[in-house]
Nanobody, 124 residues
Framework: QVQLVESGGGLVQAGGSLTLSCKAS????????MGWFRQAPGKEREFVVAISAGDGSTYNIDSVKGRFTISRVNALNTVYLRMNSLKPEDTAVYYCAASPSATYATRSYEYFYWGQGTQVTVSS
């Protein structure tokens, strides 16, 4: 069993930056691909970015390309999401998730473990 705890959310002005952290416990997640999803009010949860277990390759949606960066430190069992140039449309609850797939996963059903989420609010 894997427990995931996100932190680092908050209120930031448009153009600002935040770094989210996702700390895993229960077992090592070095062999898991890790992803970040988000859910805005009144909208469905959407995939944002993922990182593979092996070579650390990443994949992100077009709307965050060049602004969001996912990284992982296996020794700390932690995944990070660096978010730059934030926009009001990035406002959402951000969820960390772990998939047993070695390559990055982009669909929510591929993820077995989920965190409780952290709120990110970007003011205009």
């Amino acid at each position: 069993q894997v427990q995931l705890v996100e932190s680092g959310g908050g209120l930031v002005q448009a153009g600002g930056s935040l770094t989210l952290s996702c700390k895993a416990s229960g077992r090592t997640v070095s062999s898991y691909s890790m992803g970040w999803f988000r859910q805005a009010p009144g909208k469905e949860r959407e995939f944002v970015v993922a990182i593979s277990a092996g070579d650390g390759s990443t994949y992100n949606i077009d709307s965050v390309k060049g602004r969001f960066t996912i990284s992982r430190v296996n020794a700390l069992n932690t995944v990070y999401l660096r978010m730059n140039s934030l926009k009001p449309e990035d406002t959402a609850v951000y969820y960390c998730a772990a998939s047993p797939s070695a390559t990055y996963a982009t669909r929510s059903y591929e993820y077995f473990y989920w965190g409780q989420g952290t709120q990110v609010t970007v003011s205009s």
